[in-house]
């Protein structure tokens, strides 16, 4: 299948420094992706909808100023967590469908982020 | 809004035994589903995927179903592993959405 490479895998950051989370489709193209978080036993929730070449779609809830989501490339989109705080510790999850069809969702490897 | 709901909550089996998870959602307008797995502290591994017009997949030791008018879907494992031990999630899209997600089923398979 194809490839979601997510960078970094764990980073640890004190609190308000910013984060970049970086979302990489290695194989294929992807016009949309999307950013999950993932607290502990908890299910996947969706914060964002990143589309290339346009702003973000964010659902309701979540801060599009502290998130700030860049969608430059058919293969990249970033995560910026702004300013964070402890309560930002989560597990960050990106994932892309293939712009050429098929409708599978291939996901990275998430990123753990701890705010001390 | 589309709401998808897993079945146990949590699973713990004796190796060998073959077992099935459900998942339920309420809008039966999905253009697929898929089942992954999460180990602790790690991403989402995808394990299969059924479209909208298909009724089952397989691969190896695991079978998934899908009803799409009752809205549900089986994962049904075969002579479990300790290794198959991980969390099990239920996802359903449509179109170019986002998928939604159950909450997961955790399943520990004892040696």
């Known amino acids: 299948g194809a490839v979601v490479s997510q960078h970094p895998s764990r980073v640890i950051c004190k609190s308000g420094t910013s984060v970049k989370i970086e979302c990489r489709s290695l194989d294929f193209q992807a016009t949309t992706m999307f950013w999950y978080r993932q607290f502990p036993k908890q299910s996947l929730m969706l914060m964002a909808t990143?589309?290339?070449?346009?702003?973000?779609?964010?659902e309701q809830g979540v801060e599009k100023d502290k998130f700030l989501i860049n969608h430059a490339s058919l293969t990249l989109s970033t995560l910026t967590v702004t300013s964070a705080h402890p309560e930002d510790s989560s597990f960050y999850i990106c994932?892309?469908?293939?712009?050429?069809?098929?409708?599978?969702?291939?996901f990275g490897q998430g990123t753990r982020l701890t705010v001390v | 809004k589309q709401e998808v709901t897993q079945i146990p909550a949590a699973l713990s089996v004796p190796e060998g035994e073959n077992l099935v998870l459900n998942c339920s959602f309420t809008?039966?307008?999905?253009?697929?589903l898929q089942w992954f797995r999460q180990d602790p502290g790690k991403g989402l591994t995808s394990l299969l995927l059924?479209?909208?017009?298909?009724r089952e997949q397989t691969s190896g030791r695991l079978n998934a179903s899908l009803d799409k008018s009752s809205g549900r879907s089986t994962l049904y494992i075969a002579a479990s592993q300790p290794g198959d031990s991980a969390t099990y999630l239920c996802?359903?899209?449509?179109?170019?959405?986002?998928?939604?997600f159950g909450k997961g089923t955790r399943l520990s398979v004892i040696a």
């Open positions: 809008d039966s307008a999905i253009y697929n």
């Open positions: 994932s892309a469908r293939d712009i050429e069809g098929g409708t599978e969702a291939f």
């Open positions: 059924i479209q909208s017009s298909q």
């Open positions: 996802a359903v899209g449509s179109g170019n959405t986002p998928l939604v």
């Open positions: 990143s589309n290339e070449g346009s702003k973000a779609t964010y």
